[in-house]
């Protein structure tokens, strides 16, 4: 008798512990799968802010700045503001605001200094960089 009730405990216990291994593991799976779509969800939103900026600033040399890209430059950094920490989105908002004022000033014919032009395309870069560390891609030297 005392073997059976050994048995049947042995077996429930069984059952018990391989169900938990289980929800660990689906846990687990669903944490990996929510960072992967957040990974993907930001690299797409990156690529946008980014093609955003060199499509106003075609429009900026052409003299036919519609401001279309302004709008898209804008909604893409909405969306990093929600994406990505405040290490990310900051820097990415002060670009979007020193991009379209440039730009604009560009497409006047107001006149641009060289160095701005090279002083935003350095903090395009910077913020490349933060982009792909955000997204643990390693930066070039």
Known sequence: ?????????????????????????????????QADALSTAKRRVYTEFLRAISASYAQALSGQRTRSEDANLLAATAE????SGGEVAEPARDLADTVMRVHA????????????VEDVDRQRHRVIDLFKADLGIKARP
């Open 1 to 33: 008798m005392d073997s059976v009730i050994v048995g049947v405990i042995g077996t429930l216990l069984g059952v018990l512990i391989g169900g938990f291994l289980q929800q660990a593991q689906a846990s687990r799976t669903r944490r990996w799968q």
């Open 80 to 83: 990093i503001e929600i994406l």
């Open 105 to 116: 000033r560009i497409a006047d014919g107001a006149g641009v200094a060289e160095s701005a």
